[in-house]
């Protein structure tokens, strides 16, 4: 195979790898929607089934259990849409006349879009609001050491969910430099870069 036929090979390869990362991008930041939303109606139905039974105060905690595996689930598919949005702004984005520019764009204009207050693809405003009502509901009618449990537990929960919302303000920088010491480092990595 000579060397035109390998560069049209490698073209393609990039091509069919960028769709596939573009594909997963879009399939994770849905299904980090729809667990949002699926965790916030199961958190509430087990919540009101907690609050209309005479269960003890730690049955209380199943609702918050829902609400933070729900969290890091959100957490956990955005963390890996945005190291994936890096990869394909560092390895596609060469900025040339015709190359895919969304990442590039979408890192510049972020602090720019119209939102209110902007945007939380964490979730993390509706997930506080969930644990406060939870505590609510859990704590009603408990003695003192029950209150300490459940406001210990709790307060660890919004205690991740603040410093996951730190995180994610600052992970697009840090994975992006990462990315490019991981690229520079990395003779493979780096003959794959020169040949496209």
């Known amino acids: 195979m000579d060397s035109q036929q390998t560069r049209i090979s490698d073209a393609e390869l990039a091509l069919q790898e960028y769709r596939s990362l573009r594909e997963t991008i879009q399939t ?15 958190w509430a139905a087990l919540s009101l089934w907690c609050w209309t039974s005479a269960a003890g105060f730690l049955v209380g905690l199943v609702p918050l259990f829902v609400l933070w595996a729900g969290f890091e689930a959100v957490l956990s598919l955005h963390t890996g849409v945005e ?4 990869y394909v702004q560092r390895m596609f984005e060469s900025g040339g006349p015709a190359a895919p520019a969304w990442e590039h764009i979408a890192v510049v204009m972020g602090p720019h879009w119209l ?7 964490l979730f ?3 997930f506080l609001a969930a644990a406060f009502l939870n505590f609510i509901q859990a704590g009603a009618g408990s003695d003192s050491t029950q209150l300490a ?23 697009r920088k840090a994975d992006i430099a990462a ?3 991981v690229i520079s480092s990395n003779a493979l990595v780096s003959r794959i870069q020169h040949r496209q």
């Open 28 to 42: 994770r930041g849905s299904l980090r929607v729809a667990i949002a939303i699926a965790t916030c109606f199961v």
């Open 83 to 86: 190291r994936v949005g890096r």
């Open 115 to 121: 939102s209110p207050k902007g945007l939380d693809p």
């Open 124 to 126: 993390s405003t509706v």
């Open 149 to 171: 449990i459940l406001s210990a537990v709790h307060l660890l929960l919004i205690l991740r969910i603040l410093l996951a919302r730190r995180f994610a303000s600052i992970q």
């Open 179 to 181: 990315l490019e010491s």
